[in-house]
């Protein structure tokens, strides 16, 4: 809640809840000496020597790194122990199933070899590391995406581990996602029934407003809902969903934005539609149809009102809003405490559970 | 014909007049800056390939770009005083309201000049021009100061030379600057928006060179089109996170051509990343959106309407302030829905004033 309006909240005391399935939840590695086990020698020695590159100049540092009661006992960093992230945050929040999305640079590695290599080796460390650990697990593939053949490998890799549901983005890929460069991988997300997700953060150094760089860490983490919005709004025009039949999935980009995103398209296509007669329907058509968003970091109006109104706007899309927790970040959503309204039971059910359920084939 | 305001009473004409935040004057050719400019910079233009600014914000046969009828017979839409007195500024059967007063934005792309001697000479003779060729020629139009604004001390120099003509209402910014106008490299320039008592208008479009999305260029114009709001958005994160408002308590901005109705989900997002974060920025002492509603003006039109009135006023509501909107007609560029039918029609009398007139006329000091 913003306590610092004068206006009363609703209260979000503790109550009963249907099972969930967290769409944003993160195994993070101690050090990059974690994945040293799943590296070839030659690759071990490079990262050793040179380490990880990305692009620089877009640095902010976070406000804080972890929640740090999520911190296992042996000391490591929070989330990096799949035991201990199972007994501190699935078992007591009646967690059925946990999207893994491990944040550590993959897709933004400027040696193109070093991305491919180090996303297969992350995967091999999801699959030895979480997935096989405790059955809730699901994960998402972390491919060189700048790299649209060699990610298209990786997909192939890994597409009969069906444990693997997704394949994953950064938030600011080199260019927008609907560009043709990335359509490869489209194409071997749509052969294997996978769906495409982006994650708010990580970029290859373009700045996070389409004005240049801001200047503090405020302005970099309200960003990747303009930043996300620009990828929907690219993968909608550009015709992405008019080829592949697949999903797109917005994580940690928060999800209020999604209705004037489609009515301002949509009133632009009505007058700008001869610069792109591939889109056979309006593009609010293909939000309906191929767009999911993820809760977290929730929007919260201080009138609980502007929530129900919210929800209203969306009418069918309220089946593509999927809970996450971020955990086990700084700014985790709890379960319990997330919305900032009490929510119709249906509906609670559907964003907990159903909706995700649906997308990704669990039960 | 009869207009809505010929018999009417001087409330009435009050209640019915619109003030318009956002007429385009364009310049129709880079010689009708010749009066204004060097004989360096007249033969710069008459011997070598350098024309002046190049405008890529508006392709100039996109449908957005120009409403039928709109372009004159000897130039671009836009730059003929006539067809603007006829179109805008009369009552016609396309506005039934006349329009008290006219503010004119040109958004002639000096940020487009590399050189910085020729955005400096340029802005000057862009400001020249608007005072011989508009300002002195119709009262009832007040213009915008164009400046190098990738050059905050010489725009802050251009704004103490034109700023105390009282045609020149507000300073005109692309809102794709170069770096975010929170960025205190830009104070010089604020400094003397604020000093001489103007407003800061940020208008879509923008040559900075970097690209319009976080992503990168998108491939279609109609994608640009659709992102400029976030980069509006992006522009009030920055304003209001750098303390610009702080630092200026003065300074109003508005904002031409970014539609609206995002603005709610923002101050949502951006209201509760304040409060996470406050620490980081401690000058920042009440939420964003409080800020956001003291501070900044939208004019409204494009809108960016969903197809169902309910939901517009659901969100006009959520703006939680009738002082936001103002109207603007962004002539000569066209648009999907009239603010007067599908928008000003279904509020309150006192609401519709408002955004016809009176929240102009206070932000402006007419």
Redesign the interface.
Known sequence: M????PEKVEATSRRVRPALIDCDHHNELDSDADIYPYLPQRWLEHVKTYGLRGAAGGYYPR?MPHREDARPPSGRKSGSEARFSVKHFLDPENVAYAILIPLNGAGGQLNLELSAVWATAVNDWQVAEWLDVDPRFRASIVIPYEDPPAAVAEIERRASDKRFVQVQFG?????????RKYWPIYEACAKHGLHVMSHAFG??G??????????????E???P???M???V??MV??GVFEHFPIKAISVEN?F??L???C??????????????PHLKHEPSYYVRNHVYASTQ??????RPE?FH??L??FGDLVDHILFASDYPHW?YDDPDAAFPVNLPSELQRKIYFDNAAALYGLK | MSTPAAEASPDEVRRLTRIDCDIHNVVPRVEALFPYLSQHWVETVTQTLFKGAVDASYPPR???SARPGSTPPDGPPGSSLDLLREQVLEPSPASRYPVEVGILTCAYAIDSLRNPDAAVAFARAVNDWQIAEWLDKEPRLRASIVVASQLPQEAAREIERVGDHPGFVQVILP?????????RIHHPLFEAIARKGLVAALQFG?Q?G??????????????E???????F???L??MV??GLFDQFPTLKVVLLES?W??L???M???????????R??PWVR??PSAYIREHVRIAVQ??????DVR?LL??YG?LESDEILVYGSDYPH????DPENDFLAHLSEDAARKIRSENARALYRL
């Open positions: 913003v306590a610092t309006l406000f938030g600011r890929p080199h260019e927008p996602m609907g560009r970029s290859y373009q700045p996070i407003t389409g004005a240049g760089w801001p200047s503090y860490y405020v302005e983490h309200v960003g809902s303009q930043a919005q620009a990828n709004v690219s025009m550009e928060g209020a934005w209705s004037s995103l009515w301002r398209m949509d009133a632009a296509w009505r007058q700008l539609k001869s610069e792109v970091p929730m929007e919260e109006p201080h502007y109104q919210m209203d706007h700014d | 996109a449908p957005t809102v794709r600057s170069h770096l975010p106008w929170g960025n923008g900075p970097n690209p319009p999305t976080p992503e990168g260029w998108p491939s279609y114009y109609v994608e089109y659709v992102d400029m709001a976030g980069v958005a992006s522009q994160t920055s996170t750098e539609g109705t995002w709610p989900a923002h949502w997002r951006f209201d509760k990343e304040w409060r996470n974060l406050r980081l920025v009440r939420p494009p809108l960016d309407a969903p197809p939901q659901d969100v959520q066209a648009h999907v829905f």
